[in-house]
């Protein structure tokens, strides 16, 4: 395995300027060595201040403890002593010390801090003369160095309006760092003092503020986040894979890979026969936040922050479908985010336990403050001082050597001349900045992973998820699906609706009108509503269903129980579910888009559909549909509904009559539904042909609901349903 040491970041300008530079940045370090003394005698006196011993000591002995107490006073609130550094973990003295912050008082400590990330700054600029001879910059940073708010405020909006987006970002990438934490510690918000601080010292680098993944993460990921599922690849795709282990081979494969949520996985014979494992995973997709996959700046901040993240939880999962075998050798190869979820693999122990993770190669990633939870592991990284991604671990172009959170790391970071981001920051440019202008870079790490040098024996893609989807219509249509053959071929039951809009509008019709319509089953007793009959006729667009899109119109009369018909059946029945109600719709005409469709009608449900032109449209609260035949409309139903109110969307019982026989059809609903009281929407028919006009206008006309309105509608612009086969009765 190849030595492990650090590379430092090249320049052209020769060895005066990085000499210079590694001198301020030693300087700094001392400095920041002497902000943390400063800030531990601050806490210490803070501390005694504080103390109840100090307080009864002062009561006991007055002269001497309150001499005492006025001395630690003036130490901690003077320029002249420690400056206002009143710390606490809590109390009034906490309380002080923030009111003072926000006064604009600062401590001798943030102030020394200050001048450390100022050396730091100083040594960026001269590996950097182009940030100094920018004027925009300058401004920038003089202004943020001498805490002027508004100022700064101005010179980064004309840094932004002169230069871009993208290439003021890149530009002030090398110093995001330094300003950040400078900002921080001079401003006159006390909350964030802590990161300023971390930054101006290094802590950050060294901090673990993360819990390892536990067993129960790592085998039942009971949260439900993060899902990866096989995807075979397209076949120009897979003959572009690496074929053999290298570096270079695993980086192109990233890029294959692209930004649309996948991940690889391929065993590589070693050169000692050994087939060892190669887990490649590509970074995060610019633009907006997607809900689909973790590989976007959301799931980035995620990875950053916490470990348990649905990249990394999708990785594991991928790893499990995979079937890595238990001990197996795995070398982690990332790329922004992705080498993000990658160290969060590497850092947990009992992951560590399961695998042995060789290598760990992370490009453009922000991984500083993370460690492999085996110290055996060998970690490269590799960032350029203009990708402004690698610098959120706090850990900027300025830090350079001063901070060494990982002296044992192979550390690559280099100055990419084109300095535009977000260019600088894709992998295309990370692996032409590689075989360009880092060839000892790319050497050193191929001999590093000289045991994955080999032919690749297996490889396989995984899609990761945010979170694991449920089936299309779930759960709904989670049911069994039973084939049933009918005169159009071969149908499912039930039949499933994933996508439909339904309008059913209620009139009121004479008894013996509605009696006619049901001569042929005289024991039916239609549904009064006072001295009248309740009609309904539904519209429907069934955008996706299972047996293929089509539309729908349907006239039927609401009929009480068949057995033991009551007047309150329907007020009673609308409480139960639709498998115990008694009434139901007796579906008198249907006409239907498909000749599937009115086979299904026919056959499965015993309605008396036919084929028809249906249009129906619903926009807002205003309602369009026409039923029409050789294109002459024959009946429309439209107008304005009207303002409408929630309502629950209630399962449907229908009634179909085959021949002597009578079906009772289920259809169980989800979505929102709407009830229009009052609508202003009018049915009207085309005046009488003489050809044959379907059933379901002349039935219209014969109810005499030409030119009339509905009492009230119920509409669902986005709707779900299920219609299981009809149900022979015995009557």
């Known amino acids: 395995m190849a030595s492990q040491h650090r590379t430092g970041a090249a320049h052209p300008d020769g060895s005066g ?40 000591s002062s009561v006991r002995h007055p002269g001497s403890g309150m001499a005492a107490q006025w001395a630690l006073v003036r130490a901690l609130t003077r320029d002249a002593g420690l400056g206002f550094a009143l710390r606490a973990p809590q109390g009034p003295l906490k309380r002080m010390g923030q009111a003072g912050a926000v006064c604009g008082r600062e401590s001798l400590a943030n102030r020394v801090a200050v001048t450390s990330l100022r050396l730091r700054a100083s040594a960026v600029l001269l590996e950097h003369p182009e940030l100094g001879r920018d004027s925009g910059m300058r401004r920038l940073m003089d202004a943020v160095t001498e805490d002027h708010d508004v100022d700064a405020l101005r ?21 995001l760092a330094e300003l ?11 909350l964030n003092d802590e990161v300023g601080w971390q930054i101006a010292t290094g802590e950050a680098l060294h901090a673990d503020p993360w819990l390892g993944l536990s067993s129960r993460h790592l085998s039942a990921f009971d949260s439900g986040e993060g899902a990866a599922t096989p995807v075979v690849l397209a076949e120009d795709d897979a003959r572009s894979l690496a074929a053999h282990g290298s570096l270079m081979g695993f980086l192109r494969n990233i890029a294959l890979l692209g930004t649309s949520g996948r991940v690889l996985i391929q065993d590589v014979r070693g050169p000692d026969g050994v087939v060892r494992h190669v887990l490649q995973a590509p970074g995060m997709a610019p633009g907006k936040p997607r809900n689909d996959s973790p590989q976007d700046f959301v799931g980035a901040w995620s990875n950053l922050f916490d470990p348990e993240s649905p990249y ?7 790893i499990d479908e995979y079937g890595l075998p238990a001990g197996a050798e795995l070398a982690l190869i990332g790329h922004s985010e992705g080498g993000i979820a990658l160290m969060n693999l590497a850092q947990n122990s009992e992951f560590c336990r399961r695998f042995r993770v060789t290598h760990v190669v992370a490009v453009g990633s922000p991984i500083d403050n993370k460690r492999p939870a085996d110290p055996r592991t060998w970690v490269a990284s590799v960032t350029n001082q203009h990708d402004l991604v690698p610098t959120l671990d706090g850990r900027g172009a300025g830090s350079g050597t001063v901070f060494t959170p990982h002296p044992d790391w192979y550390e690559v970071n280099y100055i990419d001349p084109s300095h535009e981001f977000p260019l600088c920051h894709s992998i295309g440019k990370y692996i032409d900045n590689l075989e360009t202008d880092l060839p000892d870079a790319r050497r050193d790490i191929d001999e590093a992973l000289s045991p994955y040098r080999g032919r690749v024996t297996r490889s396989r893609a995984f899609q990761l998820k945010d979170r694991a989807n449920p089936p299309q219509g779930y759960p709904l249509m989670a049911v069994p699906v039973t084939p049933v053959a009918t005169s159009a071929g071969p149908v499912e039951a039930p039949v499933r609706y994933y996508d439909s809009t339904a309008v059913t509008a209620f009139f009121a019709v004479s008894p013996g009108a509605a009696a006619d319509l049901l001569s042929d089953a005289s024991w039916m007793v239609p549904t009064r509503f006072g ?53 139901g719709r007796q579906v008198t005409a249907v006409a239907v888009t498909t000749p599937e469709a009115e086979a299904v009608s026919r056959e499965l449900w015993g309605q008396p559909a036919r084929t028809a032109g249906v249009e129906v449209r619903l926009a807002r609260n205003r309602l369009s549909t026409v039923l029409g035949e050789a294109g002459r409309p024959l009946l429309r139903f439209s107008g304005d509904l009207g303002r409408p109110v929630t309502a629950p969307h209630i399962d449907s019982v229908l009634y179909g009559r ?20 009052a609508p202003r929407a009018r049915l009207r028919c085309a005046p009488p042909g003489a050809g044959d006009e379907p059933p379901l206008v002349r039935q219209v006309r014969s109810l005499g609901l030409d030119g009339a309105r509905p009492l ?9 349903a299920r219609r299981g086969a009809g149900a022979q009765l015995p009557r």
Do not use: K
């Open 180 to 190: 950040s934490a400078i900002r921080a510690l001079l401003d006159e918000n006390p």
């Open 312 to 318: 990394t939880r999708g990785i594991l999962l991928a």
């Open 531 to 583: 001295r009248r009959v309740l009609v309904a006729l539904s519209a429907y667009e069934h955008r996706c269903v299972s047996l293929g899109p089509y539309n729908e119109l349907s006239l039927a009369v609401l009929v009480n129980d068949l057995w033991r018909p009551r007047g309150y059946d329907l007020a009673r029945d609308l409480l139960r579910r639709a498998d115990t109600r008694r009434v």
């Open 155 to 175: 010179a980064l909006r004309a840094l932004l309006r002169d230069q871009g987006t993208e290439r003021a970002m890149s530009t002030l990438a090398p110093l």
């Open 17 to 56: 300027r990085t000499e210079t530079a590694h001198l301020l940045r030693e300087a700094a370090l001392e400095v920041a060595q002497a902000a943390q003394s400063v800030m531990g005698a601050a806490t210490r006196a803070s501390a005694v201040l504080a103390s109840p011993r100090l307080a009864r």
């Open 658 to 677: 085959p021949a002597d026989a009578t079906l009772r059809t289920l259809v169980h609903c989800a979505g929102r539904q709407r009830l229009h009281m």
């Open 712 to 720: 009230f509608v119920l509409s669902a612009p986005r709707c779900r």
